[in-house]
């Protein structure tokens, strides 16, 4: 078993930035892919952005340049630095473990922590 555990949401004005961990634990070797997703209310979780066990990153149009996915193996933690933030981001954020990639694109994996908010005010 797998558990994935998110830190570092909070409220931040527009402009501001955040960075985003997410600490696996459990039964790991190796951190294979690892992604972020986020679900706003009343809407669907979707893919902010995911990173390979090379190091290889994808991410939704909407963040290009202004958010940055990376990790740290021997911590096992995967963060999301986020910059520039506009009120559209205001979201839960997911982190998901175990993931593939196809054609350049994050496909979660089995394993979600428990999310964390973050709010972004104009």
């Known amino acids: 078993q797998v558990q994935l555990v998110e830190s570092g949401g909070g409220l931040v004005q527009a402009g501001g930035s955040l960075r985003l961990s997410c600490v696996a634990s459990?039964?790991?070797?190796?951190?294979?892919?690892m992604g972020w997703y986020r679900q706003a209310p009343g809407k669907q979780r979707s893919l902010v952005a995911g990173?390979?066990?090379?190091?290889?990153?994808n991410y939704v149009d909407s963040v290009k340049g202004r958010f940055t996915i990376s990790k740290d193996n021997a911590k096992n933690t995967v963060y999301l630095q986020m910059n520039s933030l506009k009120p559209e981001d205001t979201a839960v954020y997911y982190c998901?473990?175990?993931?593939?990639?196809?054609?350049?694109?994050?496909?979660?994996?089995?394993?979600w922590g428990q999310g964390t908010q973050v709010t972004v005010s104009s």
């Open positions: 990173i390979t066990s090379g190091g290889s990153t």
């Open positions: 459990g039964s790991i070797v190796s951190i294979n892919a």
């Open positions: 998901n473990g175990e993931g593939t990639f196809y054609s350049g694109r994050y496909y979660p994996g089995g394993y």
